[in-house]
């Protein structure tokens, strides 16, 4: 039985690869139905009696959820249709332009203390046929292929690589440890095989330290600077602050409403900074024709307002902000198959690693949209 589940869980991901790496242009409808119809067929030939019911029990759940517990009837085509609609879509428009190596480098950096083990014990599992560890090792590598192959690269999607780490890291080290605990309980242990665990201990507990290092400083110390590509784009920390000013002035009767710019999507967030003010959202051609309330705070990109005009003659008080900041991606997308040999062989690529995971990027460095927020004089 364990070979025909294998066989299954195998042969379905194995489908949506192939879509998302071959599919023809214009042919995204053709391809949802024979994956539909494929993984249908594939399950009732398998074994259609446990199928049905393993069916039965996973899409009662997951129809609950789709259409928030009846609330939105329109769910229901989510997980069987038009899930897959927004993926399929992406694959011209490739959102994120990430090179093909993305996640060989979000990977290490972000989820190594669960890859080391996860590699060491299921290379050693797998050659020893444990099926719950392939299992777990087709799960990986089926999402790293079609995420490597898919359009869209963006690094939120490093949590479906992390979710089977776990397993297999997990499934690994359930079997080693007890049998590695009967060994130097034994009259076989001997002091290299002592000194062998003492240091794999040792570079487990380092790994831990890392793990903890990196998730306590995107959780807490820098969780909306984007000096590392985890983050990739991040409002700004300047923008709340401005948000509880413009409240103020509103409250106190000194602005009468905002008005918004609405260049390079600068709406947001303020949209929900502002929500519970009277806020206008105007194109750039618009602001500069002046055509709002003279007491209204205006908010532009940095660019939309010329220096000096009688625009700008409004306004005392011009405070300078930068709205979002992204991980400056220049030095890895720079990177190719040659220079990163180089690197690997003169030791740089280590060392560029090890510097990035203790001190990250300068703040300085940081890609930025700038605006600024102009107070109405009687301010």
């Not at 609950?64 to 011209?92: C, H, K, M, R, V």
């Amino acid at each position: 039985m364990t070979s025909h589940i294998l066989s299954y869980i195998i042969f379905t991901p194995l489908i949506g690869i192939l879509v998302i790496a071959f599919l023809p242009k214009g042919q995204e409808e053709k391809a949802k139905w024979v994956g539909l119809v494929t993984t249908l067929a594939v399950g009732l030939l398998w074994n259609w009696r446990r199928w049905l019911l393993v069916g039965v029990v996973f899409y009662a759940i997951t129809l609950l959820l789709f259409t928030t517990f009846g609330t939105n009837p329109d769910g229901i085509a989510g997980p069987f249709w038009t899930s897959l609609d927004y993926w399929l879509e992406q694959q011209d428009v490739r959102r994120g332009a990430q090179p093909w190596f993305y996640y060989f480098m979000m990977v290490p950096l972000y989820e190594l203390f669960l890859l080391a083990p996860a590699a060491v014990l299921g290379l050693w599992l797998a050659w020893r046929r444990d099926a719950l560890t392939l299992l777990f090792g087709w799960w990986f590598i089926a999402t790293f292929v079609a995420l490597t192959l898919a359009g869209e690269k963006m690094p939120w999607l490093t949590v479906h690589l992390a979710l089977p780490l776990v397993f297999l890291a997990a499934r690994g080290l359930g079997v080693a440890l007890p049998a590695l605990w009967d060994w130097l309980a034994s009259s076989r242990a001997n002091a290299f095989g002592w000194a062998a665990t003492g240091v794999s201990g040792a570079i487990l507990i380092m790994l831990l330290m890392l793990a903890g290092y990196t998730s306590l400083g995107l959780a807490f110390d820098h969780s909306d600077t984007a000096i590392e590509p985890l983050i990739y784009t991040q409002t700004t920390p300047q923008v709340p602050i401005l948000s509880d000013r413009i409240a103020a002035e509103l409250a106190a009767g000194t602005a009468s409403s905002v008005v918004v710019d609405t260049t390079s999507s600068l709406s947001w967030p303020w949209a929900w900074y502002l929500r519970d003010a009277t806020v206008n959202y105007l194109s750039p051609e618009a602001i500069r024709a002046g055509e709002f309330d003279e007491t209204a705070i205006l908010i532009v990109e940095r660019s939309t307002l010329p220096p000096g005009g009688a625009l700008r003659d409004r306004y005392t008080v011009v405070e300078p902000y930068q709205h979002r900041w992204w991980f400056p991606e220049e030095g890895y997308r720079a990177t190719s198959l040659s220079s990163l040999a180089d690197d690997l062989a003169g030791g740089v690529l280590f060392d560029r690693w090890l510097t990035f995971l203790i001190e990250r990027v300068d703040e300085t460095s940081l890609g930025s949209l700038n605006g600024e927020v102009l107070f109405p004089e009687q301010s």
